[in-house]
């Protein structure tokens, strides 16, 4: 009887745990120079970072169509896009869950919300989920603000869009304008690091792991 109650918590545990959020160790911190990426966007073509030759730097916003937090900032996410890629900070959207994981985060959904939404920017699929451990990210949305330097892609800001997940409203503060406005003005952002508010980022995957 012990025996069968043993492996009843097993099982519960293995079923819980399938499906499990991703527990990324490390990631890019402040200062670190961030890899390139190849990645398929809702269009069809493969898109990478080097392929905006013109750019300063990227606003990187892992988002997905699922979580209720994504999908509170996407007009937000539309509107950084259009205030600042012709600044030279455009947005580079990914999304980082497995569609085993997260039902409604396939290309083919994708594809639909993009198009429904009206996006502007690039919407990329991680596929294998070789990227966002990687850069670190653990929510849905979680942004990594990378200004061009010397060559290499340094990441200049990383956490929340703003300070108000659910309510455009009510926010009082904007991080990730106020991170490109300084860049853009030559100056070093006062805030560098806050707290990304949103959905775990979810995987079959116990440990993925970047190629």
């Not at 097993?10 to 490390?26: D, E, L, N, P």
């Not at 890899?35 to 606003?59: H, Q, R």
């Not at 294998?128 to 290499?152: M, N, S």
Request: charged share 25%.
């Amino acid at each position: 009887m012990k025996t069968i109650k043993t492996l009843l918590v097993v099982a519960v545990f293995v079923v819980a745990t399938a499906f499990t959020v991703s527990s990324t160790k490390g990631g890019y911190k402040v200062g670190d120079a961030a890899m390139d990426f190849k990645l398929e966007n809702v269009d069809g073509t493969m898109v990478s970072l080097a392929d905006f030759k013109d750019a300063k730097g990227f606003i990187v916003v892992f988002t997905c169509n699922t979580c209720p937090y994504s999908v509170a900032y996407e007009d937000r996410i539309i509107a950084l896009d259009k205030k600042y890629k012709s600044k030279g900070y455009p947005v580079i959207a990914i999304n980082p869950n497995d569609p085993a994981a997260a039902i409604g985060d396939d290309m083919k959904s994708m594809k639909l919300r993009a198009q429904e939404k009206g996006f502007t920017f690039p919407y990329l699929f991680d596929e294998g989920q070789t990227v966002y451990p990687v850069y670190g990210a653990t929510r849905t949305p979680h942004v990594y603000i990378l200004q061009k330097k010397g060559g290499k892609n340094i990441v200049e800001y990383i956490g929340a869009i703003d300070n108000n997940s659910r309510r455009p409203s009510e926010v009082t503060e904007r991080y990730a304008e106020d991170v490109i406005d300084a860049l853009l003005a030559g100056k070093k952002p006062s805030k560098t690091y806050t707290r990304a508010i949103g959905c775990t980022i979810k995987t079959t995957m116990k440990t993925p792991q970047p190629e």
